[in-house]
């Protein structure tokens, strides 16, 4: 069956565009005084504390503290004043000049980006002045401008196309030659560049300068033959390159992976967290047809500001490059993959050629098999014979229940935790850990990361004293030094994984797991901040998350907990273990919330940007 | 009136550039003055009671700009010698900074010690090849005669000039463009506020003169203000002033007159009139360039700063131009729109974008290809243009385009109505 199509969209705000109510959106302050007929009375303006300003924008008064500027003073008030060149996080251009404010008491018209908010000021941002003013200003941009909306990617979240509607004339009296500029540019790694679309806002020169700190990008030339580009030999090639295409306003800069992927307006806009690393930076994931296409930064200033790294923005590609596998796996002797013997070796437990005939059955055989196993394992070779390898990529539900039903129903001793490092941390975002929720596992109780412990059960293992193991979400034969050989002497090994890893392969029991997207649950990041992942895609097949395997093998071993999602499991979480005490799993909104337990450490706790 | 040239009294003279010939004719006798007889404070207040404008064109008061200083002395405070002079028709700081160095020097020594500056940087266009050898080294014969190095004179006050060549772009005169440049980066104007007597070279408050300005100052360090104050329109015109001519004028030059000179005496009777006695004054742009045209019909104006603002445009530079009957007006406009087009540092949308597209509609009416509306449009995009960018400049390409528009409508209107340039078609071209 076709996939069912959509019929309710899911509103979020597109990542290019600011999160400010539309003009004319109601007032948070004191409505307008009701004027009089003749004498429009001017709205009083409000009390300021000590380190605020009172001003006045549109006769809405607003409050602001002192050094905000009249277009952030604006946005307070509901108010949007058009920007290009503005980007609340980095430095003031002052250069697209759409933000042109009138002022009283100032003869010349004044760019709100730049001008300070000062007491009793009164701004007009939306006068015939300053209307004829942003509609020269659109002019201007668009005379150069190729008009190649139809095959540009920034169609539909381009700010020069939605400022035109709303600001612009609708056409334009330029009848010259427009100037010509290199167009499909290759100017870096993974970023290509229109030159004839740019306007010249230079945020990509000043987010290289100062936030990726790499001073790739420069303006060349002058008046309207200035244009960006590069150094000889030094393209634009720094971890965060990808950032220069998120404040691009315009189809300038694209990210070459989704190039001609999919129309922005068809893509659902998913709020979650990348996994690629310990810093958790929030995203969002763009989803079209059950695939994502793009992941793109969502601000969060106690974070990630604005920003993402290039490997974190294309991380989720593993999963359409891995294989998946989509029901569970059994294999009736744990065995090695000889030579000749592939991985369709692996029987996947089917009894009916129908796939669908009895879903639940099959997945219920192979829980009650995996069950029996450990079970089998745990009454041979005592309570130390069981042990567990539990990834950090896991969820703080998933990991939950991985204490709860492994350690405490089925009775295994022992649960570690393999580090994934990689590298350093770098100034800004990039955490050496590469697990998104090595800061949960701790704080539930498995310890840090830790080689030297899953060193500890792979020897026990390979000296038969661990019989049954429980492999959840790590590939076992990619930890350095595991051979298919080591393994070959378990009585059981059940592994529950998103994707067909080799160890799937060699596993008595496999289970299907959700991939990245595809399941909602919590991780904690280095800060020590619970965020929420949040589901964007339906599993293949018979994947489920992993917290929910859990759950059905805990019920084989006398779970009675009915946790009928994440949430449950989460608050759960939070009235059991003190580190997560008095949060609330509905409470972590789009932001989430500081554990409570888990003073943020170290410079790895740091916020990614100081205030 | 017999007007003693002051600021050119030594141009002309053979050897006129060296320490010696200066010092013989009086040199830094004004320093000396100033260094013995006032405090910085006392020699700001001298300046400001004056009534010094600025002669680099926006005629702002010389001692108020200095009095914009914080008090506090956190940070060095720098001096900034603006000698990029590149508008079109200007070329007056050119002749002082050849032909009289150490005037020029004199007064910026003055001004440093006024605004208690022990660091100046001298930033000369990067075209005067000649300008700056001779500059450098009327600085390294002070520095030999004690006039600049750790203790000038005895006073204890000490001043080290730095030289800086521009690299060829017009924009770097503009105060804040000159300082971008100065520091090593692209010549881009820098929003204001803050302005750079608070937050200037490298964040440190700086102050920004041009080469006649200070030049000024050395007159005022001889001979006090009380004296300069009375030369020319006091009480807010005075002082010498020296006026570029060019273009179709007898003798075209660089010519000294008080304040307040009637732009027709100086174009007939020190200039010489009209270069073809056939062909009578049609325009002139007295202010230079950047400013507003005024046909001959308005050309009987005297040239200070208020009495040409009141005439609807602007002293500026002083770099006049004249223009005569044989000037085909929007063929003048389209080589000053190209040269601001070639100019426009890019950094802002409506420069950027507007003086660009101001070209390709007057080629258009030159070539022949205008239409009606055409007019009207060049004078609408100067209006989108002025006061809406980051610097003067949208201001120096959007008042000629919109005086040039205004005063010979007339003859815009016939390059479009005709399909061809009237005065070419006339002479056979």
């Known amino acids: 069956m076709a996939e069912p199509r959509s019929c309710e969209p899911r509103f979020s705000p597109p990542p290019h565009q600011p999160n400010v109510p539309a003009p004319g959106a109601a007032a948070t302050g004191a409505a307008p005084a009701a004027a009089t007929p003749g004498a429009p009375a001017t709205p009083a303006l409000p009390q300021a504390g000590p380190d605020e300003v009172a001003l006045l924008i549109d006769d809405r008064p607003v409050v602001v503290r002192r050094g905000a500027t009249v277009l952030q003073a604006a946005e307070k008030a509901g108010i949007l004043v058009p920007h290009y060149c503005y980007h609340p996080g980095m430095s003031i251009a002052g250069n697209c000049r759409m933000c042109l404010v009138e002022i009283e008491k100032m003869p010349k018209l004044q760019i709100g980006c730049a001008t300070a908010a000062t007491p009793g000021m009164v701004v007009r941002t939306n006068n015939d002045r300053v209307k004829g003013v942003r509609a020269g200003i659109q002019e201007f941009l668009l005379i150069n401008h190729p008009l190649d909306c ?230 041979k070779g005592g309570p130390r014979a069981l042990a567990a390898i539990v990834s950090a990529r896991l969820s703080v539900e998933d990991l939950y229940l991985a204490k709860r039903v492994l350690g405490d129903l089925a009775g295994v001793a022992r649960l570690a935790v393999p580090p994934h490092e990689e590298g350093e941390d770098d100034h800004l975002l990039i955490r050496r850990d590469r697990t998104p929720n090595a800061r949960g596992a701790e704080l539930l109780g498995f310890g840090a990361p830790s080689a030297a412990r899953v060193r500890e059960i792979l020897d026990d293992v390979a000296a038969g004293r661990v ?65 929420r992942l949040r589901p964007a895609l339906r599993p293949p097949g018979e994947a489920d998350p992993a917290w929910r395997i859990l759950r059905d093998l805990g019920r084989r071993f006398d779970l009675t907990n009915e946790y009928a999602a994440p949430r449950a499991v989460f608050d759960e979480v939070a009235a059991k273990v003190p580190a997560f005490a008095g949060l609330n799993f509905s409470a972590l909104g789009d932001l989430g919330a500081p554990v409570p337990g888990a003073p943020a450490g170290g410079a790895a706790g740091a916020p990614a940007v100081e205030a | 009136m017999a007007f003693e040239p002051l600021l050119t009294r030594n141009v002309g003279r053979p050897g006129s550039e060296a320490i010696d010939a200066y010092l013989a004719s009086g040199g830094y006798q004004g320093l000396k003055r100033v260094l013995r007889e006032f405090t910085p404070e006392k020699f700001v207040e001298e300046v400001k009671s004056s009534g010094l404008r600025g002669r680099g064109g926006a005629g702002f008061s010389t001692g108020m700009k200095w009095g914009f200083l914080p008090k506090g002395r956190e940070k060095p405070r720098y001096l900034c010698v603006n000698a990029d002079e590149s508008e079109p028709g200007t070329f007056k700081d050119r002749l002082l900074i050849e032909k009289d160095p150490h005037l020029v020097l004199e007064g910026i020594i003055a001004s440093a010690y006024a605004i208690e500056c022990n660091l100046a940087f001298f930033y000369i266009r990067g075209e005067f ?301």
């Not at chain 1, 997207?517 to 800060?527: A, I, K, R, Y």
């Open chain 2, 129 to 429: 090849h000649q300008g700056h050898r001779i500059f450098q080294k009327a600085v390294a014969e002070a520095h030999a005669r004690g006039y600049l190095g750790r203790n000038i004179l005895g006073s204890g006050f000490g001043l080290d000039i730095i030289m800086y060549r521009g690299a060829g772009a017009y924009i770097c005169g503009e105060e804040t463009a000159l300082l971008e440049s100065l520091e090593g980066k692209r010549g881009y104007p820098r929003i204001k506020p803050p302005f750079p007597a608070l937050v200037g070279l490298y964040g440190c408050p700086t102050i920004i003169n041009n080469v006649e300005t200070l030049a000024n100052v050395t007159l005022i360090a001889e001979r006090g203000a009380a004296w300069y104050a009375a030369i020319g329109r006091p009480p807010k015109n005075t002082g010498p002033k020296l006026f570029c001519l060019s273009g179709h004028v007898k003798r075209p030059g660089v010519y000294e007159a008080p304040l307040g000179v009637p732009f027709l005496e100086l174009l007939n009777e020190q200039a010489g009139g009209m270069a073809h006695p056939s062909r009578p004054l049609k325009a002139a742009v007295p202010g230079g360039s950047s400013m507003k045209i005024l046909p001959a019909s308005k050309c009987d104006v005297l040239l200070d700063f208020d009495s040409l603002a009141a005439a609807g445009t602007s002293l500026g530079s002083a770099g006049g131009i004249v223009m005569d009957t044989g000037t085909c007006i929007v063929g003048a406009l389209l080589n000053l729109a190209r040269f601001y087009a070639h100019e426009s540092c890019g950094q802002c949308t409506p420069c950027r974008e507007g003086t660009g597209w101001l070209v390709q509609i007057l080629v258009r009416l030159e070539r022949g290809d205008g239409r009606m509306e055409d007019v009207g449009l060049l004078a609408d995009i100067a209006g989108r243009i002025e006061g809406n960018t980051v610097c003067p400049f949208g201001e120096a390409i959007a008042w000629p385009v919109d005086s040039y528009v205004k005063e010979f409508r007339e003859e815009f209107e016939e390059h479009a109505r005709r399909k061809a340039c009237p005065l070419r078609a006339a002479a056979g071209r």
């Open chain 1, 467 to 531: 019989r049954g193991l429980v492999v959840l979400g790590e590939d076992l034969l990619a930890i350095p030094g595991v051979a298919p050989a080591m393994v070959e002497r378990l009585e059981a090994l059940i592994v529950i994984d998103w994707w067909r890893s080799p160890t799937v392969d060699i596993a008595h029991v496999a289970l299907p797991a959700c991939g990245y997207g595809e399941f909602e649950g919590t991780v904690v990041n280095c800060q020590g901040r619970v965020q």
């Open chain 1, 150 to 379: 139809p095959i540009c990617d920034q169609a539909g979240e381009c700010r020069l196309q939605a400022y035109e509607k709303d600001y612009g004339r609708g056409e334009s009296r330029f009848v010259e030659e427009k100037v010509r500029f290199p167009k499909r540019y290759d100017i870096g790694r993974s970023v290509l560049f229109d030159a004839e679309r740019c306007i010249k806002c230079t945020r990509c020169v000043r987010f290289c300068d100062e936030v990726s700190r790499s001073h790739e990008l420069a303006l060349f030339s002058r008046g309207d033959h200035a244009i960006i580009g590069t150094f000889p030999g030094r393209p634009l090639d720094n971890p965060y390159s990808g950032c220069t295409v998120d404040v691009c306003p315009v189809g300038a800069l694209t990210w070459k992976p989704f190039r001609f992927k999919a129309r922005v307006w068809f893509l659902k806009n998913v709020p979650s967290v990348c996994a690629g690393c310990a810093r958790g930076c929030n995203v969002n994931l763009a989803v079209f047809r059950n695939r994502i296409h793009r992941m793109a930064p969502r601000p969060n200033l106690d974070v990630n500001a604005y920003w993402m790294c290039d490997a974190g923005r294309q991380s989720y590609d593993s999963l359409y490059s891995r294989p998946r596998f989509e029901r569970p796996v059994v294999r009736a002797v744990p065995a090695a993959p000889r030579a000749g013997e592939s991985a369709a070796a692996a029987r996947p437990l089917r009894e009916s050629p129908d796939p669908r005939a009895e879903p639940a059955s099959l997945r219920d055989r192979a829980l009650d098999l995996a069950a029996g196993l450990l079970r089998e394992a745990a009454r």
